[in-house]
């Protein structure tokens, strides 16, 4: 279809019809709306008018090595001293944990995870509460690792549960083999 450009800002095109660039276009007009059909989305009645059943979504739990920083200390700092403690250190970035304030509990600290990071939490204790801490875990290293639930020796088939990082022995975790998951969380935590 070809145009032609006119005076007046008005075109020509090949049909011969002139189209007038300041034409009205209230005076187009739309179909009319079409409501859908069917139940609108998010309903809460099925067709019959019972209530629809939900899926509940569960919660997984998250590993240890996947939490926050600050969820991470207060969990390692509670090892080594009261709750009020930890959550003081953790809220309040200028008080120090002191020497007084140690109060390690040998069955709270699981020492495979007290390894490996227990140099992230130096900045919370003053030097001398510092110090005091490390002796309290050497002397912790000394004992023999326990079960968290039987709190007996642990053996060779035992299990770490990826968020609380407590051992427990297989029979004490209700299973029977090697856990066929990445990741296997303790009935405590998979709550």
């Not at 179909?31 to 209530?51: D, F, Y």
Request: with cysteine; charged share 30%; net charge negative.
């Amino acid at each position: 279809m070809l145009s032609n450009d006119t005076a007046d800002g008005e075109r020509a095109t090949s049909s011969g019809y002139v189209i007038s660039a300041l034409s009205d276009l209230g005076s187009i007009t739309l179909p009319p709306h079409i409501r859908k059909r069917g139940r609108p989305k998010g309903s809460e009645l099925t067709v019959v008018g019972l209530p629809k059943k939900r899926l509940k979504l569960k919660r997984r739990p998250v590993p240890f090595c996947q939490l926050e920083i600050s969820v991470k200390d207060k969990m390692m700092l509670r090892w080594c001293v009261n709750d009020a403690v930890a959550e003081r250190c953790i809220n309040s970035e200028g008080r120090l944990v002191t020497e007084e304030e140690v109060e390690c509990c040998p069955e709270r600290i699981d020492m495979a995870a007290a390894e490996t990071c227990i140099d992230c939490l130096e900045n919370y204790f003053e030097p001398d509460a510092w110090v005091a801490l490390l002796h309290v875990f050497d002397s912790v290293k000394l004992m023999s690792s326990t079960c968290k639930v039987c709190n007996e020796e642990l053996e060779t088939r035992c299990v770490c549960c990826d968020l609380c990082l407590g051992w427990l022995h297989y029979h004490c975790a209700a299973i029977s083999d090697t856990p066929k998951t990445k990741l296997w969380f303790c009935s405590e935590c998979s709550r």
